[in-house]
């Protein structure tokens, strides 16, 4: 089989160059690129003859589906949401994912936003040459932290929470007994929301959960409370985020994921907004994530050449 990384995967050379010289040693042809193309048919180009395509977060569209051969599209990224997943099966492709390879860096970046907002983390260079101190913070000890969805991710952050004293409430589809036994109590969403000092997101992006924090939702928050989102960015209504922050509705918001991949534009309300910490989508980005990624994604695709599927998308 002919086998294609059309996008680099921020690992070293010689890890790719290593599973290059395996796969050839095994009969396949492997061809990589280390720059994303810049269109769809510089996809496609790449991809004539191909029969495995190994992705990462750029879109692949239905136009690429279409007009390619593959048998396997391999995500090197937990969300599909950019692919034309649907227009694969229709064509018998199999798609496979990455699932947990960023598990916990999501959950770092998670605490690394509560501890910076609660801190109040800044350019704090003033602070030095006067007598003034306007960084009275507070701690996450003894704060109630409602998690909405307790997935592999919500679950590492529950853990962690739970090393820091937080008082944790969740809200989640099923009820998890592993989490129950820790002490996490199930709420419904509106209690979760109205009562929680701080509320993290852990959803998966799909058709029940876009727009599921809508301006109504997010207007149950309490004033003094801090939001915090390393999920998916259409789960939330971001125009209406950032208004409440304007607004002083709600304490401060951290945010990683958008309603569309950084850069943002300029007129971007949530970019603009007062109290908000803002990453470009990097919850997922760090060094042991990419080693983490690349290993699952070639291990998807030895397990295919030998005839077995697994981390398929349904």
Do not use: W
Request: glycine share 6%.
């Amino acid at each position: 089989m002919k086998i294609t990384l059309i996008d680099p995967l921020t690992v070293n050379d010689e890890l790719v160059e290593e599973q290059k010289n395996k796969l050839e040693k095994m009969g396949h042809e492997f061809e990589y690129y280390k720059e994303s193309a810049n269109s769809d048919d510089e996809i496609i180009e790449r991809l004539k003859k191909s029969d495995v395509a190994i992705i990462t977060n750029k879109k692949f569209s239905k136009k690429v589906v279409d007009n390619t051969n593959l048998k396997l599209i391999d995500v090197a990224f937990t969300g599909v949401d950019h692919v034309a997943v649907e227009s694969a099966k229709e064509k018998g492709i199999v798609v496979e994912n990455a699932s947990g390879y960023s598990d916990i860096s999501v959950a770092e970046l998670v605490f690394g936003m509560i501890i910076s907002i609660l801190r109040k983390f800044k350019d704090n260079r003033e602070n030095l040459s006067g007598e003034n101190n306007d960084l009275l913070g507070e701690t996450l000890n003894g704060k109630k932290v409602g998690v909405i969805g307790t997935g592999k991710i919500g679950q590492r952050v529950i853990k962690l929470l739970s090393a820091f004293g937080a008082q944790i409430i969740a809200y989640n589809r099923t009820e998890k007994q592993e989490m129950k036994d820790m002490g996490v109590k199930y709420v419904t969403l509106d209690e979760l929301l109205s009562t929680s000092d701080i509320v993290t997101v852990h959803l998966p992006l799909n058709d029940s959960t876009k727009g599921f924090l809508n301006s109504d939702k997010l207007n149950l928050i309490k004033k003094d409370s801090i939001l915090i989102n390393c999920a998916r960015g259409p789960i939330i209504d971001n125009d209406a985020l950032a208004d409440l922050l304007n607004e002083g509705k709600i304490r401060a918001a951290g945010i990683d994921v958008f309603d569309m991949e950084p850069p943002l534009k300029d007129d971007y309300k949530l970019k603009n907004a007062k109290n908000v910490l803002i990453t470009n989508h990097i919850a997922y980005y760090t060094k042991e994530a990419m080693v983490e990624r690349a290993n699952i994604v070639f291990d998807n695709l030895y397990k295919f050449l030998d005839g077995k599927i697994q981390n398929e998308v349904k």
